[in-house]
Protein backbone atom coordinates (compact mmCIF):
# COMPACT_ATOMS: atom_id res chain seq x y z
CA UNK A 1 0.00 0.00 0.00
CA UNK A 2 2.48 2.56 0.46
CA UNK A 3 4.31 1.79 -2.28
CA UNK A 4 1.45 2.03 -4.49
CA UNK A 5 0.76 5.34 -2.81
CA UNK A 6 3.94 6.67 -3.62
CA UNK A 7 3.66 5.78 -7.07
CA UNK A 8 0.24 7.40 -7.57
CA UNK A 9 1.73 10.69 -6.21
CA UNK A 10 4.33 10.51 -8.68
CA UNK A 11 2.29 9.66 -11.90
CA UNK A 12 -0.11 12.16 -11.16
CA UNK A 13 2.19 15.39 -11.38
CA UNK A 14 4.63 13.59 -13.73
CA UNK A 15 1.28 13.09 -16.38
CA UNK A 16 -0.02 16.56 -15.47
CA UNK A 17 3.48 17.96 -16.31
CA UNK A 18 3.06 16.03 -19.53
CA UNK A 19 0.22 17.84 -20.46
CA UNK A 20 2.15 20.67 -20.66
CA UNK A 21 5.51 19.43 -21.92
CA UNK A 22 3.58 18.01 -24.87
CA UNK A 23 0.99 20.73 -25.49
CA UNK A 24 0.32 21.06 -29.36
CA UNK A 25 1.49 24.40 -28.72
CA UNK A 26 5.16 23.40 -27.79
CA UNK A 27 6.47 21.31 -30.65
CA UNK A 28 9.97 21.82 -29.23
CA UNK A 29 10.77 23.95 -25.99
CA UNK A 30 8.93 26.75 -24.03
CA UNK A 31 10.96 29.54 -23.05
CA UNK A 32 14.34 31.04 -24.08
CA UNK A 33 16.90 29.37 -21.99
CA UNK A 34 15.15 26.19 -22.64
CA UNK A 35 17.20 25.93 -25.96
CA UNK A 36 20.61 27.46 -24.41
CA UNK A 37 20.45 24.58 -21.84
CA UNK A 38 19.69 21.47 -24.04
CA UNK A 39 22.56 23.46 -26.77
CA UNK A 40 24.71 22.79 -23.85
CA UNK A 41 24.30 19.24 -23.14
CA UNK A 42 24.72 18.69 -26.85
CA UNK A 43 27.86 20.70 -26.87
CA UNK A 44 29.30 19.12 -23.63
CA UNK A 45 28.72 15.56 -24.88
CA UNK A 46 30.62 16.20 -27.81
CA UNK A 47 33.60 18.53 -26.47
CA UNK A 48 33.66 18.28 -22.90
CA UNK A 49 33.34 20.54 -19.94
CA UNK A 50 33.19 24.21 -21.44
CA UNK A 51 36.00 26.52 -19.99
CA UNK A 52 35.77 29.70 -22.42
CA UNK A 53 32.04 30.61 -24.10
CA UNK A 54 33.52 32.37 -27.29
CA UNK A 55 29.51 32.11 -28.29
CA UNK A 56 29.27 35.44 -26.19
CA UNK A 57 32.37 37.29 -27.42
CA UNK A 58 31.87 40.71 -26.22
CA UNK A 59 31.22 39.65 -22.77
CA UNK A 60 33.21 38.80 -19.96
CA UNK A 61 32.01 35.12 -19.90
CA UNK A 62 33.89 34.84 -23.30
CA UNK A 63 37.61 34.01 -21.53
CA UNK A 64 35.81 33.90 -17.89
CA UNK A 65 32.83 31.15 -18.58
CA UNK A 66 31.62 29.46 -15.23
CA UNK A 67 28.80 27.09 -16.35
CA UNK A 68 26.72 27.87 -12.96
CA UNK A 69 24.54 25.21 -14.02
CA UNK A 70 26.93 22.03 -15.16
CA UNK A 71 25.16 19.61 -13.32
CA UNK A 72 21.82 20.54 -14.78
CA UNK A 73 23.58 20.33 -18.28
CA UNK A 74 25.19 16.64 -17.16
CA UNK A 75 22.00 15.50 -16.19
CA UNK A 76 20.44 16.66 -19.46
CA UNK A 77 22.77 14.49 -21.46
CA UNK A 78 21.65 10.55 -20.57
CA UNK A 79 18.15 11.81 -21.59
CA UNK A 80 19.64 13.40 -24.60
CA UNK A 81 20.87 10.29 -25.99
CA UNK A 82 18.40 7.59 -24.70
CA UNK A 83 15.25 9.96 -25.75
CA UNK A 84 16.79 12.78 -28.25
CA UNK A 85 16.69 16.13 -27.92
CA UNK A 86 13.16 16.63 -28.79
CA UNK A 87 11.63 14.80 -25.79
CA UNK A 88 14.72 14.17 -23.31
CA UNK A 89 14.76 17.29 -21.86
CA UNK A 90 10.95 17.44 -21.89
CA UNK A 91 10.79 14.01 -19.77
CA UNK A 92 13.81 14.84 -17.52
CA UNK A 93 11.56 17.85 -16.10
CA UNK A 94 8.62 15.75 -15.78
CA UNK A 95 10.46 13.07 -13.21
CA UNK A 96 12.15 15.37 -11.16
CA UNK A 97 8.97 17.88 -11.25
CA UNK A 98 6.94 14.70 -10.06
CA UNK A 99 9.80 13.59 -7.86
CA UNK A 100 9.10 17.33 -5.46
CA UNK A 101 5.47 15.93 -4.96
CA UNK A 102 7.14 12.40 -3.31
CA UNK A 103 9.66 14.22 -0.81
CA UNK A 104 6.83 16.86 -0.12
CA UNK A 105 4.31 14.39 0.84
CA UNK A 106 7.37 12.31 2.92
CA UNK A 107 7.60 15.44 4.80
CA UNK A 108 3.86 15.60 5.70
CA UNK A 109 3.81 12.52 6.76
CA UNK A 110 6.69 12.73 8.73
CA UNK A 111 4.77 15.80 10.23
CA UNK A 112 1.38 13.54 10.87
CA UNK A 113 -0.91 15.74 8.31
CA UNK A 114 -3.70 14.46 7.70
CA UNK A 115 -4.97 12.60 4.55
CA UNK A 116 -1.05 13.79 3.74
CA UNK A 117 -1.44 11.63 0.19
CA UNK A 118 -4.67 13.62 -0.84
CA UNK A 119 -3.39 16.71 0.25
CA UNK A 120 -0.37 16.85 -1.72
CA UNK A 121 -1.84 15.63 -4.88
CA UNK A 122 -4.21 18.21 -4.50
CA UNK A 123 -1.84 20.94 -3.92
CA UNK A 124 -0.32 19.96 -7.85
CA UNK A 125 -3.70 22.02 -8.66
CA UNK A 126 -3.45 25.24 -6.15
CA UNK A 127 -0.41 26.82 -8.12
CA UNK A 128 -0.30 30.02 -10.11
CA UNK A 129 -0.63 29.85 -14.23
CA UNK A 130 3.08 31.13 -13.98
CA UNK A 131 4.41 28.09 -11.75
CA UNK A 132 2.80 25.63 -14.28
CA UNK A 133 4.42 27.29 -17.28
CA UNK A 134 7.67 28.20 -16.05
CA UNK A 135 8.33 24.52 -14.35
CA UNK A 136 7.41 23.55 -18.15
CA UNK A 137 10.74 25.08 -18.72
CA UNK A 138 13.83 23.06 -19.58
CA UNK A 139 15.47 25.27 -16.61
CA UNK A 140 17.00 24.53 -13.64
CA UNK A 141 14.13 25.02 -11.33
CA UNK A 142 12.08 21.35 -11.54
CA UNK A 143 15.47 20.27 -10.14
CA UNK A 144 16.33 22.92 -7.27
CA UNK A 145 13.31 22.39 -6.19
CA UNK A 146 13.75 18.78 -5.75
CA UNK A 147 16.79 19.19 -3.82
CA UNK A 148 16.06 21.99 -1.63
CA UNK A 149 12.42 19.77 -0.37
CA UNK A 150 15.67 17.01 -0.06
CA UNK A 151 17.37 18.49 1.88
CA UNK A 152 14.76 20.02 4.25
CA UNK A 153 13.84 16.00 4.23
CA UNK A 154 17.19 14.88 5.13
CA UNK A 155 17.66 17.63 8.13
CA UNK A 156 14.64 16.39 9.54
CA UNK A 157 16.00 12.94 9.00
CA UNK A 158 19.41 13.89 10.33
CA UNK A 159 20.51 12.01 6.99
CA UNK A 160 23.90 13.83 7.86
CA UNK A 161 26.11 12.25 5.08
CA UNK A 162 23.11 12.62 2.29
CA UNK A 163 22.76 16.08 3.64
CA UNK A 164 26.56 16.99 2.36
CA UNK A 165 26.02 15.09 -0.74
CA UNK A 166 23.14 17.42 -1.74
CA UNK A 167 24.87 20.75 -0.76
CA UNK A 168 27.19 20.00 -2.64
CA UNK A 169 25.50 18.80 -5.59
CA UNK A 170 22.91 22.02 -5.01
CA UNK A 171 26.35 24.18 -5.87
CA UNK A 172 27.04 22.40 -9.35
CA UNK A 173 23.33 22.95 -10.12
CA UNK A 174 22.38 26.53 -9.79
CA UNK A 175 23.77 29.40 -9.96
CA UNK A 176 21.95 30.69 -7.06
CA UNK A 177 23.24 28.39 -5.21
CA UNK A 178 23.40 30.33 -1.81
CA UNK A 179 19.50 29.21 -1.64
CA UNK A 180 20.75 25.38 0.08
CA UNK A 181 21.97 27.83 2.31
CA UNK A 182 18.84 29.45 3.48
CA UNK A 183 17.77 25.81 3.77
CA UNK A 184 20.16 25.55 6.49
CA UNK A 185 19.88 28.54 7.98
CA UNK A 186 15.85 27.90 8.08
CA UNK A 187 16.57 25.49 10.18
CA UNK A 188 18.46 27.07 13.02
CA UNK A 189 15.99 29.64 13.33
CA UNK A 190 13.05 27.57 13.19
CA UNK A 191 15.01 25.62 16.27
CA UNK A 192 16.16 29.04 17.62
CA UNK A 193 13.31 30.73 18.01
CA UNK A 194 11.52 26.69 19.75
CA UNK A 195 13.61 27.05 21.77
CA UNK A 196 14.65 23.09 20.53
CA UNK A 197 18.06 21.63 20.69
CA UNK A 198 20.51 22.47 17.50
CA UNK A 199 22.07 19.39 15.65
CA UNK A 200 24.93 21.29 15.10
CA UNK A 201 25.81 18.10 12.61
CA UNK A 202 23.42 19.89 10.24
CA UNK A 203 25.65 22.92 10.06
CA UNK A 204 28.89 21.34 9.97
CA UNK A 205 27.49 18.60 6.68
CA UNK A 206 25.17 21.43 5.50
CA UNK A 207 27.92 24.50 5.10
CA UNK A 208 30.57 21.45 4.66
CA UNK A 209 29.20 20.59 1.34
CA UNK A 210 28.50 23.57 0.20
CA UNK A 211 32.11 24.67 0.88
CA UNK A 212 33.28 21.67 -0.67
CA UNK A 213 31.21 22.01 -3.77
CA UNK A 214 32.69 25.47 -4.19
CA UNK A 215 36.32 24.62 -4.00
CA UNK A 216 36.01 20.64 -6.01
CA UNK A 217 34.88 22.05 -9.04
CA UNK A 218 36.30 22.82 -11.78
CA UNK A 219 35.32 26.59 -12.14
CA UNK A 220 37.26 27.18 -9.19
CA UNK A 221 38.50 29.68 -8.32
CA UNK A 222 36.24 32.16 -10.51
CA UNK A 223 33.41 30.72 -9.73
CA UNK A 224 33.48 32.55 -6.22
CA UNK A 225 33.38 36.03 -8.22
CA UNK A 226 30.90 35.05 -10.86
CA UNK A 227 28.27 33.48 -7.45
CA UNK A 228 28.54 37.73 -6.26
CA UNK A 229 27.79 38.70 -9.79
CA UNK A 230 25.17 35.90 -10.13
CA UNK A 231 23.50 37.35 -7.14
CA UNK A 232 24.28 41.31 -6.82
CA UNK A 233 24.62 42.05 -10.10
CA UNK A 234 22.36 39.91 -12.39
CA UNK A 235 19.92 38.44 -9.73
CA UNK A 236 19.04 41.03 -6.77
CA UNK A 237 20.61 44.01 -8.53
CA UNK A 238 19.57 43.34 -11.92
CA UNK A 239 18.67 46.39 -13.93
CA UNK A 240 15.61 46.97 -16.11
CA UNK A 241 16.89 45.89 -19.52
CA UNK A 242 17.54 42.24 -18.01
CA UNK A 243 14.15 41.03 -18.97
CA UNK A 244 10.86 40.86 -17.54
CA UNK A 245 11.72 38.04 -15.06
CA UNK A 246 13.79 39.50 -13.01
CA UNK A 247 10.98 42.66 -12.35
CA UNK A 248 8.17 42.77 -9.68
CA UNK A 249 4.31 41.37 -10.34
CA UNK A 250 1.90 44.00 -10.27
CA UNK A 251 0.73 43.62 -6.77
CA UNK A 252 -3.24 42.72 -7.44
CA UNK A 253 -2.62 40.42 -10.55
CA UNK A 254 0.47 38.43 -8.00
CA UNK A 255 -2.74 38.15 -6.03
CA UNK A 256 -4.98 36.95 -8.04
CA UNK A 257 -3.46 34.28 -9.38
CA UNK A 258 -1.63 33.37 -6.00
CA UNK A 259 -4.73 33.45 -3.95
CA UNK A 260 -4.84 30.04 -3.02
CA UNK A 261 -1.27 29.59 -1.93
CA UNK A 262 -1.94 33.06 0.15
CA UNK A 263 -5.05 31.53 1.57
CA UNK A 264 -3.08 29.10 2.89
CA UNK A 265 0.02 30.09 4.11
CA UNK A 266 -1.66 33.64 5.48
CA UNK A 267 -4.61 31.17 7.22
CA UNK A 268 -1.91 29.22 8.26
CA UNK A 269 0.07 31.87 10.29
CA UNK A 270 -2.85 33.90 11.97
CA UNK A 271 -4.94 31.16 12.79
CA UNK A 272 -1.50 29.92 14.38
CA UNK A 273 -0.81 33.06 16.00
CA UNK A 274 -4.58 34.15 17.26
CA UNK A 275 -4.58 30.12 18.39
CA UNK A 276 -1.41 30.57 20.34
CA UNK A 277 -0.35 26.77 18.96
CA UNK A 278 2.83 25.62 19.54
CA UNK A 279 4.88 24.32 16.33
CA UNK A 280 7.97 22.79 16.35
CA UNK A 281 11.10 23.25 14.38
CA UNK A 282 10.49 21.59 11.75
CA UNK A 283 7.40 23.55 10.31
CA UNK A 284 8.48 26.75 11.40
CA UNK A 285 11.98 26.56 9.41
CA UNK A 286 9.78 25.54 6.47
CA UNK A 287 7.56 28.72 7.30
CA UNK A 288 10.95 30.98 7.79
CA UNK A 289 12.05 29.38 4.22
CA UNK A 290 8.68 30.23 2.53
CA UNK A 291 8.77 34.00 4.11
CA UNK A 292 12.37 34.23 2.53
CA UNK A 293 11.23 32.98 -0.30
CA UNK A 294 7.75 36.00 -0.32
CA UNK A 295 10.48 38.43 0.10
CA UNK A 296 12.02 37.15 -3.21
CA UNK A 297 8.84 36.53 -4.92
CA UNK A 298 7.36 40.51 -3.87
CA UNK A 299 11.15 41.56 -5.42
CA UNK A 300 11.01 39.53 -8.81
CA UNK A 301 8.72 37.47 -11.13
CA UNK A 302 10.94 34.22 -11.61
CA UNK A 303 10.45 33.09 -7.59
CA UNK A 304 6.38 32.01 -8.57
CA UNK A 305 8.84 28.73 -9.45
CA UNK A 306 9.42 28.38 -5.71
CA UNK A 307 6.94 30.55 -3.62
CA UNK A 308 3.54 29.38 -4.37
CA UNK A 309 4.92 25.91 -3.39
CA UNK A 310 6.52 26.27 -0.64
CA UNK A 311 4.09 29.14 0.68
CA UNK A 312 1.04 26.19 0.08
CA UNK A 313 3.29 23.70 2.02
CA UNK A 314 3.71 25.69 5.02
CA UNK A 315 0.46 26.84 5.16
CA UNK A 316 -0.81 23.15 4.91
CA UNK A 317 1.65 21.95 8.07
CA UNK A 318 0.71 25.08 9.90
CA UNK A 319 -3.15 24.52 9.70
CA UNK A 320 -2.61 20.84 10.61
CA UNK A 321 -2.88 21.12 14.29
CA UNK A 322 -5.87 23.64 14.02
CA UNK A 323 -8.08 21.75 11.97
CA UNK A 324 -8.02 18.88 13.75
CA UNK A 325 -8.93 20.56 16.57
CA UNK A 326 -11.88 21.74 14.74
CA UNK A 327 -12.85 18.39 13.51
CA UNK A 328 -12.63 16.98 17.27
CA UNK A 329 -15.42 19.66 18.33
CA UNK A 330 -17.16 20.28 15.20
CA UNK A 331 -17.53 17.69 12.68
CA UNK A 332 -20.05 19.18 10.75
CA UNK A 333 -18.48 22.80 10.66
CA UNK A 334 -15.23 21.02 9.26
CA UNK A 335 -16.92 18.66 6.25
CA UNK A 336 -19.04 22.10 5.40
CA UNK A 337 -15.63 24.32 5.34
CA UNK A 338 -13.52 21.17 3.79
CA UNK A 339 -16.36 21.10 0.69
CA UNK A 340 -16.33 25.43 0.20
CA UNK A 341 -12.79 25.16 -0.24
CA UNK A 342 -12.66 22.23 -2.39
CA UNK A 343 -15.55 23.78 -4.68
CA UNK A 344 -13.38 27.21 -4.45
CA UNK A 345 -10.27 25.49 -5.21
CA UNK A 346 -11.79 24.01 -8.11
CA UNK A 347 -13.09 27.48 -9.52
CA UNK A 348 -9.52 28.72 -8.93
CA UNK A 349 -7.72 26.08 -10.48
CA UNK A 350 -8.99 25.76 -13.76
CA UNK A 351 -8.80 28.96 -15.43
CA UNK A 352 -5.22 28.56 -13.43
CA UNK A 353 -4.08 25.04 -15.24
CA UNK A 354 -6.06 26.74 -18.86
CA UNK A 355 -4.01 30.19 -18.34
CA UNK A 356 -0.41 28.47 -17.90
CA UNK A 357 -1.23 24.86 -20.77
CA UNK A 358 -2.11 28.66 -23.09
CA UNK A 359 0.92 30.21 -22.07
CA UNK A 360 3.06 27.27 -22.51
CA UNK A 361 4.28 27.61 -25.89
CA UNK A 362 7.48 27.77 -28.13
CA UNK A 363 8.49 31.04 -28.68
CA UNK A 364 10.17 30.72 -32.03
CA UNK A 365 9.00 29.39 -35.30
CA UNK A 366 11.25 26.44 -35.51
CA UNK A 367 11.34 25.78 -39.57
CA UNK A 368 12.29 29.44 -40.57
CA UNK A 369 14.62 29.39 -37.62
CA UNK A 370 16.38 26.06 -38.10
CA UNK A 371 16.58 27.12 -41.69
CA UNK A 372 18.25 30.61 -41.48
CA UNK A 373 20.76 28.74 -39.03
CA UNK A 374 21.19 26.21 -41.48
CA UNK A 375 22.17 28.61 -44.16
CA UNK A 376 24.70 30.41 -41.89
CA UNK A 377 26.57 27.43 -41.17
CA UNK A 378 26.83 26.55 -44.81
CA UNK A 379 28.21 29.62 -46.05
CA UNK A 380 30.09 31.28 -43.08
CA UNK A 381 33.59 30.19 -41.93
CA UNK A 382 34.12 28.58 -38.52
CA UNK A 383 34.22 31.57 -35.70
CA UNK A 384 32.27 34.68 -37.65
CA UNK A 385 30.81 37.14 -35.22
CA UNK A 386 26.99 37.03 -36.29
CA UNK A 387 25.31 40.73 -35.09
CA UNK A 388 22.21 39.77 -33.95
CA UNK A 389 18.87 42.27 -33.19
CA UNK A 390 18.66 41.79 -29.14
CA UNK A 391 20.53 39.72 -26.57
CA UNK A 392 17.40 37.46 -25.27
CA UNK A 393 17.76 35.65 -29.31
CA UNK A 394 20.90 34.06 -28.16
CA UNK A 395 19.80 30.99 -27.01
CA UNK A 396 17.70 29.91 -30.23
CA UNK A 397 20.85 30.82 -32.50
CA UNK A 398 23.20 28.53 -30.44
CA UNK A 399 20.73 25.60 -30.25
CA UNK A 400 20.84 25.41 -34.04
CA UNK A 401 24.45 27.25 -34.73
CA UNK A 402 27.22 26.97 -32.83
CA UNK A 403 29.72 27.45 -35.77
CA UNK A 404 29.63 31.04 -34.93
CA UNK A 405 30.17 33.40 -32.62
CA UNK A 406 27.42 36.20 -31.68
CA UNK A 407 27.35 39.64 -29.87
CA UNK A 408 25.62 39.59 -26.35
CA UNK A 409 23.27 36.99 -24.48
CA UNK A 410 21.84 34.91 -21.52
CA UNK A 411 21.80 38.70 -19.44
CA UNK A 412 22.78 42.01 -21.32
CA UNK A 413 24.28 42.67 -17.83
CA UNK A 414 27.42 40.47 -18.74
CA UNK A 415 28.29 42.63 -21.29
CA UNK A 416 27.82 45.93 -19.89
CA UNK A 417 30.25 44.60 -17.19
CA UNK A 418 32.62 43.86 -20.09
CA UNK A 419 32.08 47.57 -21.87
CA UNK A 420 29.42 49.78 -20.73
CA UNK A 421 29.91 52.13 -23.86
CA UNK A 422 30.02 48.85 -26.43
CA UNK A 423 26.75 48.06 -24.96
CA UNK A 424 25.39 50.90 -25.03
CA UNK A 425 26.38 50.80 -28.99
CA UNK A 426 24.72 47.63 -29.47
CA UNK A 427 21.68 48.70 -27.96
CA UNK A 428 21.14 51.63 -30.28
CA UNK A 429 22.47 50.01 -33.22
CA UNK A 430 20.37 46.76 -32.74
CA UNK A 431 16.78 48.68 -31.65
CA UNK A 432 16.74 50.79 -35.09
CA UNK A 433 17.19 53.92 -33.01
CA UNK A 434 20.73 54.52 -34.36
CA UNK A 435 20.44 54.97 -38.13
CA UNK A 436 23.27 56.52 -39.95
CA UNK A 437 26.60 54.39 -37.39
CA UNK A 438 25.99 50.83 -38.71
CA UNK A 439 29.31 50.92 -40.12
CA UNK A 440 30.03 50.28 -36.06
CA UNK A 441 28.88 47.20 -37.04
CA UNK A 442 31.72 45.71 -38.86
CA UNK A 443 34.69 48.41 -37.10
CA UNK A 444 33.85 47.77 -33.33
CA UNK A 445 31.94 44.48 -33.44
CA UNK A 446 33.89 42.67 -35.67
CA UNK A 447 30.64 41.10 -36.93
CA UNK A 448 30.67 39.38 -40.59
CA UNK A 449 26.70 38.84 -40.68
CA UNK A 450 23.89 40.56 -39.36
CA UNK A 451 21.08 38.55 -38.41
CA UNK A 452 17.35 40.34 -38.11
CA UNK A 453 14.00 38.98 -36.81
CA UNK A 454 10.94 40.61 -38.24
CA UNK A 455 10.00 41.55 -34.74
CA UNK A 456 12.67 44.77 -35.29
CA UNK A 457 11.72 46.63 -38.63
CA UNK A 458 13.56 49.26 -37.87
CA UNK A 459 16.77 47.65 -37.15
CA UNK A 460 15.81 45.74 -40.59
CA UNK A 461 14.74 48.95 -42.21
CA UNK A 462 18.04 51.14 -41.46
CA UNK A 463 20.04 47.59 -42.57
CA UNK A 464 18.39 47.72 -46.09
CA UNK A 465 18.91 51.57 -46.09
CA UNK A 466 22.67 50.97 -46.38
CA UNK A 467 23.51 48.79 -49.56
CA UNK A 468 26.95 50.05 -49.62
CA UNK A 469 27.25 47.76 -46.02
CA UNK A 470 25.12 45.21 -45.89
CA UNK A 471 24.19 42.84 -48.71
CA UNK A 472 21.39 40.76 -47.90
CA UNK A 473 21.30 36.86 -49.01
CA UNK A 474 18.86 34.86 -47.27
CA UNK A 475 15.36 36.37 -46.30
CA UNK A 476 12.03 33.79 -45.41
CA UNK A 477 8.70 34.83 -43.27
CA UNK A 478 10.42 35.66 -39.81
CA UNK A 479 14.44 36.39 -40.73
CA UNK A 480 16.69 38.50 -42.71
CA UNK A 481 20.42 37.54 -43.17
CA UNK A 482 22.95 40.03 -44.20
CA UNK A 483 26.35 40.02 -45.46
CA UNK A 484 28.27 42.71 -44.32
CA UNK A 485 31.01 44.12 -46.89
Known amino acids: MPFLILFIIFIVPCLFMAFFQFSPNMPLFSGE ?40 HLLLIPFLKIFGENYG ?15 LYLI ?13 VFLLFLMPCD ?9 VQSVSLFLMLLAFYLIFQKKYIWLFVISFLFVWLYGGSVFILFVILSYLAGKFLTEEKIDKKIILYGFGGF ?20 VFQTGLGAKGYSGGEWQPYDAWYFVQISFLPLLLFFSG ?8 FKHDGQTISILIFSIFLLILQLKSKRFVEYWPFFGAASGVLLLSKPLRQIYQKNREIFIGGAILFFVLALSYALPQIGRGYRDTKTPIDIKATKEVNDFLQEKSDAGDIVFTDDWDVFPYYFF ?25 EFASISSGEDETNLERIKNDFKAKWVLIGADH ?28 N
Open 211 to 230: LAGIIINPYFPKNLIFLFSQ
Open 131 to 139: FYFRMAFIR
Open 457 to 484: PEFETNAINHPDLFTEVFKNEFYRLFRI
Open 269 to 276: FILSLAKK
Open 89 to 103: PKIMVMLFFALSFVI
Open 33 to 72: DSFYHTGMAKFILGHGIVQKFPWLYFTHLNQNFVDHQLLF
Open 400 to 424: YNRKNYYIVGLDPEFMNQYDSSLYQ
Open 108 to 120: FKKKNVWFAGLIT
